[in-house]
Nanobody
Framework: VQLVESGGGLVQAGGSLKLSCAVS????????IGWFRQAPGKARDFVAA????????TYTDSVKGRFTISRDNAKNTVYLQMNSLKPEDAAVYYC?????????????????WGQGTQVTVSS
C-alpha cells in the first residue's frame, strides 16, 4: 500500500485547506484511513479517521466541527477538509492506512504511511 499526501501550504488563521491522500493498494483490499499530524518536537497525534465504506468517522476533540474527513473509493483518494484553521493546527500532516474495516485512533495500528504534507497557519 502506498500513500501520497498533497494540499498542504501556508494559510492565515481562520482560513481553509483541503488535504488529499492518494492511495495505491492491491485490488479488492479494504482499508481504513487515518490522518495524523506532528508538530516540531511533539509526538505524532491522531486527527481523524474513516472506515472503508465511509460510513464511520472519528475525530480528535480539538478538530470536531472544523475538519471533515471523506473518501472517494472510485478515485482511491481520502480527503481532509480543514476549516477555521488555528495556529495550533500547524504541523506535518500524514495519512496512514490500516488494512481491514475497523477505524482506530492509535498510531501503531496503521502499517502504511505517506511522506507527509506541511500545513502552516499564520496568526
Amino acid at each position: 500500500v502506498q500513500l501520497v499526501e498533497s494540499g498542504g501550504g501556508l494559510v492565515q488563521a481562520g482560513g481553509s485547506l483541503k488535504l488529499s491522500c492518494a492511495v495505491s493498494a492491491p485490488a479488492y483490499s479494504t482499508y481504513a484511513i487515518g490522518w495524523f499530524r506532528q508538530a516540531p518536537g511533539k509526538a505524532r497525534d491522531f486527527v481523524a479517521a474513516i472506515n472503508w465504506r465511509g460510513s464511520s468517522t472519528t475525530y480528535t476533540d480539538s478538530v470536531k466541527g472544523r475538519f471533515t474527513i471523506s473518501r472517494d473509493n472510485a478515485k482511491n483518494t481520502v480527503y481532509l477538509q480543514m476549516n477555521s484553521l488555528k495556529p495550533e493546527d500547524a504541523a506535518v500532516y500524514y495519512c496512514a492506512a490500516r488494512i481491514g474495516m475497523v477505524v482506530t485512533t492509535t498510531v501503531h495500528d496503521y502499517a502504511f504511511w505517506g511522506q507527509g504534507t506541511q500545513v502552516t497557519v499564520s496568526s
